[in-house]
């Protein structure tokens, strides 16, 4: 292995960013792609497929075999809102493997009581998300129904291309919203990508079924990076 | 299904393979290319070892890492890298194996 590819290689994984390590199985030449970097033909669909699933593999191209080593930050979901649908959501995503964080500054919710072995912040988002930043393998769910404590986190999930953007409300709260946002700024492009009302319409009537609706939402989103162009995500 | 959101450097094969080449050791880098069956780690772990046969991480529940360092010292040595396969432990065929039935391809190669 080339040094300077491992420095890259962790690098790229310290700062929570994908990258895949192409190694020539035949004469041991590797290199560093990040994600979102053009490689043509089938090696590059290969690329494309290992970012996406994160899953390593050999490939054979024109004759060669190339192990593809897929190294994707753990996704984690942060959920601003300590509310019923978060007492569901929080273990649910922990066994499909999505790590969760929750953010409420309204103390009666956030408590260990009502949240055991889930990471908790009785603060503000503007805190919080000041010293543990989002970004591009964070997916964020905005459950409180209260702009003051939701709007700031559904900005910073946009700016910083959370993979899932999700708020609740009905289509009225939403349209409401959306002018909020426009006015601190965010472009309608960036808006479009918050998934609301929240959740895959599968008629969820309970908390705890909302909870399953929006973590099907954002495993989706997950796993549909990349192919936005190829089907609009539900 | 602990799984932090953040490298656990103390333990990582990749961050303790840079460590060691900052401090000058001669390192080797063993990955795991291709299973079949129940093999007991995924495409793509690493274990990391020096010269000395210090090593880091796994490429199986402990069945074979004893001969991958091995092998890892010889490559560190020739510089060459080398394919090696594991299957179901059996004493004609191989010296070491793996006692799940699962059979594994772990490339090793030398850092720089």
Known sequence: MDPYALKSLNVERRARRAAILVTDLGDGR??????????????????????????SGSVEVEGRTFFLNAHLPQPRLVVIGAVHISQALAPMAKIAGYPVEIIDPRTAFATPDRFPDVALSAEWPEEVLKRQPLDSYTALA????????????????????????????????????????????????????????????????????????????????????????????? | MENSIYLDEA??????????????????????????????????????????????????????????????????????AKMLEFGVADETAWQVGLSCGGRIKVYVERLG
């Open chain 1, 30 to 55: 590797d290199r560093i792609v990040r994600e979102g970097d053009p490689v043509a033909g089938e090696l590059g669909a290969a690329i494309a497929k290992a970012f996406r699933t994160g899953n």
């Open chain 1, 142 to 234: 905005a459950v409180t129904h209260d702009p003051k404590i939701d709007d700031f986190a559904l900005k910073a999930a946009l700016d910083a291309n959370c993979f899932y953007v999700g708020a609740l409300g009905s289509r009225k709260t939403h349209a409401k919203r959306v002018e909020r946002l426009l006015a601190l700024g965010a472009s309608a492009d960036q808006i479009a990508r918050i998934h609301a009302p929240i959740g895959l319409d599968i008629g969820a009537a309970s908390p705890a079924e909302i909870a399953v609706a929006v973590l099907a939402q954002a495993i989706h989103a997950f796993r549909s990076r990349g192919l936005e162009s190829k089907g609009a995500v539900a």
């Open chain 2, 11 to 80: 333990r990582d094969p990749l961050i303790i393979a840079e460590g060691w080449m900052k401090d000058g050791k001669d390192v080797a880098i063993a990955t795991v290319v291709e299973t079949w069956g129940s093999a007991p780690r995924p495409v793509g772990s690493h274990l990391v070892i020096d010269a000395d046969g210090n090593f880091h991480g796994s490429v199986s529940g402990g069945c074979v890492e004893g001969a991958v360092v091995t092998e890892a010292i010889d490559v560190i040595g020739s510089g060459e």
